[in-house]
């Protein structure tokens, strides 16, 4: 990547058995440029602490130190929500977002993102639509369950709050997203590729994006193309 002029952008892997580890090679990378780093969406999947442990405070700590984005591609727990043992495959493909919805859900009631309000995530993937009835759902939790939901931190604010100051997420194919873009948030997405794999929309994704967004005001489509991305990731382009 560091010979690719800026082409290539690098997603740098750490060691997940040891958070000090982890944090060390956080803060190697982003001295060579790095700005974005693969985490798991369900770490306790992989039968890792999970963030609600305090384990990872090292490693979210010198992410939020560097400017280093966590990005959490969906199906990195290695399982996926599904119905039965003998579902078709078609259920668990369409009900994959919910991976990545569970995540958000997580992350956003852990306490993580109000400790360390600089602190980026980046969910890849995992499509838009569902945000909206996700965020939505977290703020009433909150307001609704507090007096019996002892587990977990007292959040001072809504935790909607902590989605659109520091969560994204990338879509691809999302014409539902795009339509309620206001819930979403216009900061808070990327368009994707996807290529090379049977979900991509190549080798008609300029196409699929003209469909999708195209007809927006062209300062949310240079936002959802690329300014985002750029300013997400500290990215050397304007």
């Known amino acids: 990547c560091g010979a690719a002029d800026g082409r290539l952008i690098p997603l740098c892997l750490v060691p997940l058995w040891d958070a000090e580890l982890a944090a060390a090679e956080i803060r190697r990378n982003a001295a060579r440029g790095v700005r974005a780093v693969a985490f798991s969406e369900n770490p306790a999947w992989l039968g890792l602490p999970s963030i609600h442990s305090r384990h990872w405070d090292p490693f979210f700590a010198a992410c939020e ?18 119905t039965s043992e003998d579902a078709p495959e078609t259920v668990g493909a369409t009900g994959i977002f919910t991976n990545s919805a569970m995540s958000m859900i997580d992350w956003l009631f852990s306490g993580v993102l109000v400790r360390h309000p600089a602190l ?15 965020v939505e759902r977290i703020d009433d939790v909150w307001r609704t369950h507090g007096g019996w ?24 194919k999302d014409s539902v997203g795009v339509q309620l873009l206001d819930q979403v948030g216009r900061e808070n997405i990327c368009f994707e590729v996807d290529y090379p794999h049977q979900d991509s929309t190549w080798p008609s994704t300029e196409e699929v994006a003209r469909q999708t967004f195209g007809h927006l005001p062209a300062d949310d489509v240079e936002r959802i ?10 990215l050397p382009f304007t």
């Open 65 to 82: 130190e560097t400017g280093t984005v966590i990005c959490m591609h969906i199906g990195s727990g290695t399982k996926t929500f599904l």
């Open 120 to 134: 980026k995530l980046l969910y890849a993937e995992c499509q838009i639509g569902w945000i909206p009835y996700v």
């Open 149 to 172: 939901a002892t587990r977990g931190p007292k959040l001072e604010e809504p935790p909607s709050t902590q989605y659109y100051r520091q969560v994204h997420s990338c879509f691809f």
């Open 225 to 234: 193309a690329r300014g985002n991305a750029i300013r997400l990731l500290d």
